[in-house]
């Protein structure tokens, strides 16, 4: 009996092998491995003051340390104040003018301090790299240039 469809054999051999190439294909394994999951969704805060962007944070396993001393703004004089916004290894920082609570800059960074591609801490922050409405300035590290400390993203007007 096996060898009256003897000739399906090969046929059969070939779907299979076609079916299994489709799944590899389809398969979301190895791309999951290389997706960085955003920590935070900094286009859905811009246009927010500082006490605004708390509200949208609220809820999300967030926790926040604020700075307690402003600083003098080292361009155009005034004050600056800063609010670091954790999720889990990753930090917001959101610079502000105290008294009028305008958002100055957000800086994205993660724990461990150094990343060898900005682009990761971009997908960190839901950043696409050409998103017209913020300037996108990747900080080196001072002792190893090849290195990011964070990026800073400056709202445009």
């Known amino acids: 009996m096996l060898m009256r469809h003897a ?3 090969p046929l059969a051999f070939l779907f299979s092998c076609a079916a299994s190439d489709q799944l590899a294909s389809e398969s979301p394994a190895e ?3 290389r997706q960085v999951d955003r920590a935070f969704d900094v286009p859905a805060l811009l246009g927010m003051n500082a006490t605004q962007i708390v509200q949208p944070l609220t809820g999300q396993d967030i926790r926040f340390d604020q700075d307690r001393t402003p ?3 080292l361009s155009g004089g005034g004050t600056e104040a800063s609010k670091t916004y954790w999720h889990d290894t990753t930090a917001l920082v959101v ?3 105290p008294e ?3 958002v100055n ?3 994205i960074k993660t724990k461990s301090g150094l990343t060898r591609d900005y682009k990761t801490l971009l997908k960190l922050a839901n950043v696409s790299e050409f998103d017209k409405r913020m300037r996108i300035e990747p900080m080196a590290s001072v002792g190893n240039p090849q290195l990011y400390t964070g990026v800073k ?3 445009q007007p």
Do not use: D, G, I
Request: hydrophobic share 40%; aromatic share 20%; proline share 5%.
């Open 95 to 97: 610079s502000y003018n």
């Open 100 to 102: 009028s609570l305008h």
């Open 31 to 33: 791309t999951k491995a």
């Open 71 to 73: 600083r003098e703004m």
């Open 105 to 107: 800059s957000y800086f």
């Open 153 to 155: 993203l400056v709202p």
């Open 7 to 9: 000739y399906l054999l």
